[in-house]
């Protein structure tokens, strides 16, 4: 792809947007080197404080708009833990809201030209997921003991189709985590990769006279691109989010 | 021979090596970063780390006070309410007693009206009452007077029908005395 795109003088590196790299030096990357995925984490803690905790430190009755927003951030989480799992469940909603937050903030900043998007990485949403997955099996054994088992007992089948079903829902049981993190790594990554493509035709107005029609066709995609990556980035931390509090119902309810 | 195929093998193995490198740095260079597991323990340190610690900036500050500031406002918002309800009995209350007030006015208002018509009506009475013994008396006064004029008059009109007769008999050349006359012009006048 990349000999390809040097034999025509442009310059294709869609994927260079996601590398770790140290922030300090060009040294190997140990587990504790402070990479670009620190930096752009930290970034989103900054973001996380100016906005529930500087942002709310007037806790006026009559909201500012900072305020007004990590309110509305606040209500959209807490209701959506409290219709999916119940009122049971609100005890997970500052993890559920820890999560939410994390995702929300990694997918806007990673918008911003030359930003990482953390969560376009496998690694980070594997363990996303990997963490939603233990909690919900370790605490759905300690709540319900063997019942939790019911979970893959369907009992408004048939006899003779329950062994069958139970074996489906345990393999779509140990599947979920995969999904669940590939679906934000994914979304996350196809999006910022089409619209670094885009951005690679953008400059052959300076190499030919195709480049005429290309380069406003291509800088209108990747303005319509930027939208949908608006959009995507919301719904991405949305559904991981809601699907999070989907699989802890499973851990307070198992029966189906 | 035996040396030309170890040479032989060790040109192998390092064109091996040399693939397996160039695969190595293609794949750093062009493959996907994602699955560059060298940075696997860096970003996962990394993401606990951010992790834990928004969780603890979340559940030890901002969650609990954005909690209070919905409860409060939610307060707020119910005592509002609760105090607006309140005014607003009150607000009929007053306005029930504003009509009750208007009406008693009312009623008060006609009484003083009618007590001033009873009053008004009384002296107007009384007035009249002394006009009437008033014009009684003068009238009395009046015919006592035209009594006392008549009987005058017929006195006077005695009189000179007296000296008229004995002027008349004096004229006939008759010798009358004067009360012969009066007594005759007396009975003439009350025949």
Redesign the interface.
Known sequence: ??TEGQSEGLVF?P??Q???QPLFGDG??????P?N??LW??I??LC??GL??IG?RG???I?SRI?SI??LG??FVHKMVEDVTGKEGLKF???V??LF??IVFSNFLGLIPGALT?T?????TG??AM?VFLTVTIFGFIKNGAHFLELFWVKSAPLPLRPVLALIEVISYFVRPVSHSIRL?GNM?AGHAVIKVFAAFAPLILMSGIGIAVTPLSILAIVAMYALEILVAFIQAYVFTILTCVYLKDALHPSH | MANTTTEAAGAVTEVAGHAAEAGGHAAQSAGMPQLNWETFPNQIFWLVVALVLIYLILSKVALPRIGGILADRQGAITNDIAAAEELKAKAVEAEKAYNQALIDAREEANKIVAEARAEIQKDLDKATAKADAEIAAKTAESAKRIEEIRAGAAKNVEEVARDAAAAIVDTMGVKADAKTVAGAVTARLKG
């Open positions: 792809m990349a590196h994927m260079d996601f590398k770790i190997p990357i140990h587990w504790y080197t990479t995925a620190t984490m930290g989103a803690i996380i404080i529930f905790v709310t806790r006026a009755t909201p305020q990590a309110e606040y209500g909603f500052p993890y809201f820890t937050c994390f953390t376009s990485h496998i690694a980070v363990i996303l963490a790594a990554m």
